[in-house]
């Protein structure tokens, strides 16, 4: 059985009314998880992305956390697989 990749597949997913503007590290890592990978909330500590402190968490915009997702996808490299 093969599977045919569409296009909506493969767009970048945008912030939108789904989405909210800004989100704490846990919910980014949630989205993270459901549009691109799975990923930590304690791994987000480490990317180089623009945190506010409000009301005591780190936020972050949905649309920069969405970027840095995508950069990370278009910089892994291609494996071949087989023998």
Known sequence: ???????????????SITHP????RK??????TQHYF???PRT???WPLPWQLINGRAQVETSKLFDEAQR?????PCIMGGK
Do not use: F, N, W, Y
Not at 27 to 32: C, E, F, S
Not at 72 to 76: E, G, L, M, Q, T
């Open 1 to 15: 059985m093969q599977r045919k990749i569409t296009s909506e597949v493969l767009e970048t997913p945008t912030p």
């Open 21 to 24: 503007k800004r989100v704490d």
């Open 27 to 32: 919910v980014g890592a949630q989205l993270v």
């Open 38 to 40: 799975s990923i930590s």
């Open 44 to 46: 987000l500590e480490c």
């Open 72 to 76: 990370r996808v278009d910089a892994a």
